[in-house]
Structures are given as structure tokens and as C-alpha cells.
């Protein structure tokens, strides 16, 4: 009964910035590793950022260092991506995924969302 459920992606310029937001049901974002990974076709997907359950430490790729932040809304129980001054590198299909279980951790992922990065 996890579901996650990505939202806030779209068009955006060259140097434009876009939040993106995962809302989780069925686990809680606040002990569940939380990700984002992106994906273009053809390509192998991508780690962009992870948020750790257990104490909150993140990490980011290297591409996008100093310009994405991952940070989790316990109100909402969702985990955001604040993107800034992107590219069109940037392009691509954002997937949400937690990784999280009682018996066994277990990953689960969104269905995507699109982000172009397009003058």
C-alpha cells in the first residue's frame, strides 16, 4: 500500500527554478530513505539526491550540487526537490523512490514526472 506520487514537474527556462514534490502514503518520509533519481530514454537512471531517514544527511550528484536541494515536509509527509538555475541538461523524467520496510527494506517508486529545460 506504499505509494508515492510525484508532482511539480513541467517547462521551465534556462536558468529557471522548479520544485518538485513526492508525497508519500504508507510509509513515513521521516524514517524512510527518500531519493530522487532522473531518467532520459535511452540512458541509464541517475541518482540526483538523498535525504536519509535516520538522522537526515543528504547527498547529490556532482551535475547538480549547489543547485538542488532535497528536504522533507513531515506536515505534508512528502519529500521535495528545489531546483535551481537549471539547464537543459536538467531535462529529463524525475522519479521519487523510498526505501523503507519492517521485515525487509524494500524500494518503492513513483510513476515520474517530466521536467524540460527549454528556452
Known amino acids: ?3 508515492l506520487v ?10 529557471g527554478s522548479l520544485r518538485l514534490s513526492c508525497a508519500a502514503s504508507g510509509l513515513s518520509v521521516s524514517i524512510a530513505d527518500m ?3 532522473r ?3 535511452g540512458k541509464e537512471r541517475e541518482l540526483v539526491a538523498r535525504i536519509i531517514g535516520d538522522g537526515g544527511s543528504t547527498r547529490y550528484a556532482d551535475s547538480v550540487k549547489g543547485r538542488f536541494s ?3 515536509d ?6 521535495s526537490l528545489e531546483m535551481n538555475n537549471l539547464n537543459p541538461e536538467d531535462t529529463a523524467v524525475y522519479y521519487c523512490k523510498a526505501t523503507w520496510g519492517r ?4 524500494d518503492y517508486w513513483g510513476q515520474g514526472t517530466q521536467v524540460t529545460v527549454s528556452s
Open 35 to 37: 531519493s530522487w533519481y
Open 39 to 41: 531518467q532520459i530514454p
Open 103 to 106: 521485515l525487509a527494506r524494500m
Open 6 to 15: 510525484e508532482s511539480g514537474g513541467g517547462l521551465v527556462q534556462p536558468g
Open 70 to 72: 532535497i528536504s522533507r
Open 74 to 79: 513531515y506536515a505534508k509527509n512528502a519529500v
Open 1 to 3: 500500500q506504499v505509494q
